[in-house]
């Protein structure tokens, strides 16, 4: 039986080689997302700014909540004491400890945002002058990439927290090693009066001493902690902090991966298998046992998928990588995070590929054994389309499934929806799967056969073929379903979630003009000469920021921060229950009424809220002020709040105004980077906050769908090319190669018109109850182009694919076909 199936596969070429695209695209994929999640378990950033010392000491990146549950990476970039650096010196063996500050910074010409520094850091580099000499009081050391024609003893206008400088440029240095982002060096005391608590310290052993060993050694305060190696990264960058959101992505990634591939493997064989009912039958009936008939469907089918897994692996290192670097360029993350692949996400791959596999060839090779002789030929004259009472009940229930998360979704605070709804696009794709011959054959209306049969003989044979072959059409019908529900269910559900979360952000805070600016924040001196702009009636400053309530606890908001918002201005447009937002001053807090009352604190209470930088403050409560529903803020000072982030600074100006145009075209030339708008802007930057999400939700539908349209090409052909027989005696009973083309085009443009239709009702059980959930109606929100775009892709695939395989179908003689040992 090895060696027949070895012969099979000369003359079956395109369904296996439908099957070796499938795996090796699977196995690849999945490779790739077991690379992220190695990435996201490791999290190695080697550093650069700071590569030279070999133990950094920082506060704890990551939130945990003190009932245990879960972590998060703070928002802000967590201080240490300004004395545990003295302290730290006075060790047994440690030779130096150098405290690093950092500021925004911004040279001129030019609204670059960068960071500056005390030049005791140097060394962390290390910098070293190439000309010129140390800062003093009123001087800067500027990277070479930044200094330009300046040369030591000019003039240079420096932004420090997005306040204009002018400086005497007093050296010129470089970095040792490649670093990305170049630095700017203020003298010491000019570096702590900006920024008095250092970020990070570097730790440098006495000689002999053992680096680890010293690490574990340093009696760090509690929310502090030492990093060696390419763990360092986490107290150089943002945003490494927890493996979470990698991790998360990673398994959803893979999941749909796994899902997808099950389900176009099971289709393209089965597809595979009914084509062959007739070789099948005449096997059994020449002896052949039903054990030695499913080893060689099994056998031929292991051999194709196993070439396939093997050359995928290969790929998946390039898989992993090319997304990785998509998601870095994106922001997702950080761009210095390292991307590991080790050999557990190869074996993995390899594993889940090689069950995935078997059990689905397994599935259609048993059918293939059990059917008898006269049956099998019986069928390959006439498919049975009938479903099996099992295969009924597994599809019913996933239709329930998918049912029931849609219902649960429309109940669900705006947070959860997406979590809760987004798996019942993929389990009714699931249930259409299984379903699928039986969607198709109740699909066919008499109204809309009807139409079809108007177009003549061809319309008569397709709607025959469309009820006569519903099972072949159904593999057709599931990758078109599938990557129609994943495209248009993953991205209207996040442009809708996003248009609802933008919409309760912007509608609750008053401003006719927004200014922002690139060169770290909003400076003093700004917001004060805004305040005289002409036009202008109110001015606040507005700060973004996240944290948790810990005293009393929130249980309601664990891992997952409450957004808090800074302000110092009549701005806030939300309803205020009891107290006012005007005594929002100095150490208070506005909570919202629900909040309030689940934590049993009124207006005169005090809380414990955890800020974004780790710092505990005690706040009275002065105001319940209401928000969207699902969307609350907790509202601030934005004195207060700005203090606890990473720039220090208000992040955008908020102007109230009778002149709008006047506000408009003021001069705001004098700070780098300040620039004034319209209220689009409050938007735009909170929209950014929400891109993450998003770009995961584009990402993975992007590849889902690339997967599924190969797949799609791959099954039309199979299909097509297994029909010669039929051309050719359509042929010579007076049919036409038009006319036989025209029955292919009629009957594809049904399964993909199908296809679509039944796609977008899948995508709906997502789509719909989660625009319910964030908005209150069932209306999602979205450019409707992507709609008309992915039709138009739909059929760009089916069409044309239909069309050139039809030709190769009938490029042989109708004779010939008929004694062609295929089709």
């Given at each position: 039986m090895i060696r027949l199936a070895l012969i099979t596969l000369r003359y079956r070429t395109a369904a296996f080689l439908a099957v070796f695209v499938a795996v090796l695209l699977g196995s690849a994929l999945l490779s790739a997302a077991g690379g992220l999640l190695e990435t996201g378990l490791r999290l190695n950033a080697p550093p650069q700014r700071l590569a030279a010392a070999p133990i950094l000491v920082t506060g704890d990146p990551a939130y945990h909540p003190p009932n245990g549950s879960g972590s998060a990476a703070f928002p802000e970039r967590?201080?240490?004491?300004?004395?545990?650096?003295?302290?730290?010196?006075g060790t047994p063996g440690v030779a130096q400890a150098i405290p690093d500050r950092s500021f925004p910074a911004a040279v001129s010409p030019g609204t670059t945002p960068l960071i500056g520094h005390g030049w005791a850091s140097a060394p962390l580099t290390p910098y070293q002058l190439k000309a010129g000499h140390a800062p003093q009081t009123g001087q800067v050391v500027l990277?070479?990439?930044?200094?330009?024609?300046?040369?030591?003893?000019?003039?240079?206008?420096?932004?420090?927290?997005?306040?204009?400088?002018?400086l005497t440029l007093a050296g010129i240095a470089a970095a040792q090693h490649e670093v990305d982002v170049p630095s700017v060096f203020l003298a010491d005391i000019d570096a702590e009066r900006i920024s008095p608590a250092p970020d990070a310290i570097g730790v440098f052993p006495a000689a002999g001493t053992s680096v680890r060993e010293l690490a574990k050694r340093l009696g760090l305060p509690e929310g502090v902690r030492a990093y060696t190696g390419d763990d360092r990264g986490?107290?150089?960058?943002?945003?490494?902090?927890?493996?979470?959101?990698?991790?998360i992505m990673s398994g959803v990634f893979g999941g749909m991966v796994a899902v997808v591939m099950a389900l176009v493997v099971s289709a393209t064989i089965g597809l595979s298998v009914r084509q062959r009912r007739r070789e099948l039958a005449l096997l059994r009936a020449s002896g052949a046992?039903?054990?030695?008939?499913?080893?060689?469907?099994?056998?031929?089918?292991?051999?194709?998928?196993?070439?396939?897994?093997?050359?995928?692996?290969?790929?998946?290192?390039?898989?992993?990588t090319w997304i990785f670097g998509m998601l870095a360029d994106g922001g997702i993350v950080p761009s210095q995070l390292r991307f590991d692949q080790g050999p557990l996400p190869f074996a993995g791959a390899a594993i889940l590929t090689f069950v995935v596999l078997r059990v689905t060839v397994g599935f259609a090779a048993g059918r293939a054994a059990r059917i008898r002789p006269i049956q099998a030929l019986a069928e390959a004259a006439v498919p049975n389309v009938e479903l099996g009472r099992i295969r009924l009940i597994v599809g019913a229930v996933f239709a329930a499934a998918t049912v029931s998360i849609a219902v649960s979704t429309l109940f669900m605070s705006p947070a959860n929806a997406a979590a809760i709804g987004g798996p019942a696009g993929l389990t009714g794709s699931i249930a259409v799967a299984i379903l699928a011959p039986l969607v198709i054959q109740r699909a066919l209306v008499p109204r809309l056969t009807a139409l079809i049969e108007k177009r003549g003989t061809s319309g008569v044979l397709a709607v025959i073929n469309l009820r006569v072959r519903a099972v072949q059409f159904a593999a057709i019908l599931i990758p078109?379903?599938?990557a129609t529900t994943i495209a248009l269910g993953n991205i209207y559900a996040q442009t809708t979630q996003q248009k609802a979360a933008v919409e309760?952000?912007?509608?609750n805070l008053a401003a006719d003009v927004v200014i922002t600016s690139t060169s770290g924040g909003i400076p003093a001196t700004l917001t004060e000469s805004a305040r005289s702009l002409p036009g202008v009636t109110a001015v606040s400053e507005l700060v973004r920021s996240k944290g948790w309530i810990e005293e009393p606890y929130d249980t309601s908001h664990t891992s997952d921060a409450w957004p808090l918002l800074g302000l110092n201005g009549p701005v806030y447009k939300g309803k205020v229950t009891k107290g006012s937002l005007d005594d929002l001053t100095d150490n208070s807090v506005a909570l919202p009424p629900g909040t309030a009352k689940k934590l049993k604190v009124d207006v005169g209470s005090e809380i414990g809220l955890r800020l974004g930088d780790d710092a505990l403050v005690k706040l009275k409560v002065v105001a319940l002020a209401e928000g969207?529903?699902?969307?609350?803020?907790?509202?601030?000072?934005a004195k207060l709040l700005a203090a606890h982030t990473t720039t220090g600074l208000p992040g955008q100006l908020l102007l109230k105004t009778d002149d709008k145009k006047a506000a408009l075209t003021s001069d705001l030339s004098r700070w780098p980077g300040a620039t004034a708008g319209d209220r689009d802007l409050l938007g735009a930057g909170y929209d950014a906050g929400l891109g993450v999400d998003a770009w995961i939700a584009y990402l993975l539908a992007g590849i889902a769908v690339a997967y599924t349209a190969i797949a799609s090409i791959n099954t039309i052909a199979v299909a097509v090319l297994d029909r010669r027989r039929e051309f050719g005696l359509q042929r010579l009973t007076g049919s036409t190669r038009r006319q036989v083309r025209r029955m292919l085009t009629l009957e594809s443009l049904v399964i993909a018109a199908l296809g679509l239709v039944v796609g977008m009702i899948a995508a709906a059980f997502t789509v719909l109850p989660i625009a319910v959930a964030t908005r209150g109606w069932p209306i999602p929100s979205g450019p409707v182009w992507i709609l008309f775009a992915w039709v138009a892709v739909v059929l760009l695939l089916v069409l044309p694919t239909t069309a050139m395989t039809g030709r190769i179908a009938m490029r042989p003689k109708p004779m010939d076909a008929l004694s062609s040992p295929v089709g």
């Open positions: 967590h201080p240490v004491d300004a004395g545990l650096a003295t302290k730290l010196a990277d070479q990439r930044l200094a330009g024609s300046a040369k030591p003893g000019d003039q240079v206008t420096v932004a420090l927290r997005g306040d204009p400088k002018t986490a107290a150089e960058y943002s945003g490494i902090a927890t493996s979470l959101p990698l991790i046992t039903p054990g030695q008939v499913g080893k060689m469907v099994i056998a031929e089918t292991m051999l194709v998928g196993v070439i396939g897994l093997v050359l995928g692996l290969l790929c998946g290192r390039i898989a992993g078109i379903t599938i309760a952000y912007t509608d969207p529903s699902g969307y609350e803020s907790i509202l601030l000072p």
